[in-house]
């Protein structure tokens, strides 16, 4: 039986329809973008599609991906964190200083952890309940943080740390960095919950329209706050693994961190107004910054051209945010 003229016009219309709605969604699109990228460059260099390649690169993008988890979530409330590079390095330096002199791992973990809550929990009363810019907020706790860690190490590394702390950071599971996977498995825990949880969920409604969700007693401050917590936290947790990692602490890791987290996040979906974005579009924003910044790598690009190409990439993704918002409005 074969279909008449309208019949296939209105299954092209479908099939149309179904692209349009696939390609609205930013996780979609940054699917295809990252599988272009691929593509081009293992037909550019041969040295592009090897295991150390991509053991390096997942390796190398875990601390983003993993800070990106509660930046994701923080943005999508309302709010932003341009702290967190200098939390990780605090914590990093933090977690090796205290081990080298004497502290359990374990507990010397645990402090340190501890020290990013403390933080973050600075950065969002001082946003709540003083009413700062959490712009003017946070880039006053970045250097305060970055300070801190320069003055505990003098501006040296924190090193001859015991074998034990690097198992984490340098064994492998399944035949894989265990760093990845604490990675992967923290980022399917972060979308689900922000997707899911009644809680998270709030963030939404904080960040589409405040006055509303008061008006409708969701706890804005509260739910804010626990934001920058998590951040804040997760960078601790990011800066503790990356000290696992190279068994060291090291005071000037992290710098222009908080650049490469916004532009990811902001690439992925998340609105810097508020109110949109998810975990999952985050990662594949992750995954897309540190593919570009690999392949120019592999192209010999110079590093300095690295960080003006992440620049670049920001004020596009950020300026085609706000005309899908005009459009939408």
């Not at 006055?211 to 951040?231: E, F």
Request: positive net charge.
């Amino acid at each position: 039986m074969s279909l008449t003229h309208s019949d296939r016009r209105t299954s092209e219309t479908r099939i149309l329809a179904l692209g349009r709605r696939v390609l609205a969604k930013r996780e979609a699109t940054l699917a295809v973008l990252i599988l272009v990228i691929v593509l081009v460059m293992s037909q550019a260099t041969p040295h592009f599609l090897t295991m150390a390649n991509f053991r390096a690169m997942t390796i190398g993008l875990s601390p983003t991906a993993i800070i990106a988890i509660g930046m994701t979530i923080l943005l999508v409330s309302g709010g932003f964190d341009l702290s967190v590079g200098s939390v990780l390095a605090l914590c990093s330096t933090s977690v090796a200083l205290m081990i080298a002199g004497g502290l359990p791992i374990a507990v010397s973990v645990v402090c340190a952890l501890v020290i990013g809550a403390l933080i973050g929990l600075a950065n969002g009363l001082i946003v709540t309940r003083l009413g700062v810019n959490p712009l003017v907020a946070t880039l006053g706790t970045m250097s305060v943080a970055r300070g801190v860690a320069l003055v505990l190490t003098e501006g040296f590394s924190v090193s001859n740390l015991p074998a034990a702390f690097g198992y984490i950071g340098g064994t492998n599971w399944l035949g894989f960095p265990a760093i990845v996977w604490i990675t992967l498995a923290l980022v399917v825990l972060g979308d689900l919950a922000l997707r899911h949880t009644r809680y998270l969920r709030q963030a939404y409604y904080i960040g589409g329209n405040e006055k509303a969700a008061r008006l409708s007693g969701i706890p804005v401050d509260a739910v804010r706050c626990a934001a920058y917590v998590l951040t804040a936290l997760l960078a601790a947790l990011a800066g503790i693994l990356l000290a696992s990692r190279l068994m060291s602490g090291t005071p000037t890791a992290g710098a222009a961190l908080e650049l490469q987290v916004l532009a990811a996040a902001v690439i992925g979906g998340a609105s810097l107004r508020g109110g949109e974005g998810t975990v999952l579009g985050s990662f594949f924003g992750v995954i897309f910054v540190a593919l570009i910044n690999n392949a120019m790598t592999m192209l010999a690009v110079s590093i300095y051209w690295q960080m003006i190409v992440t620049g670049c990439v920001l004020i596009v993704a950020v300026a085609i945010d706000m005309l899908l918002r005009r459009r939408r409005s």
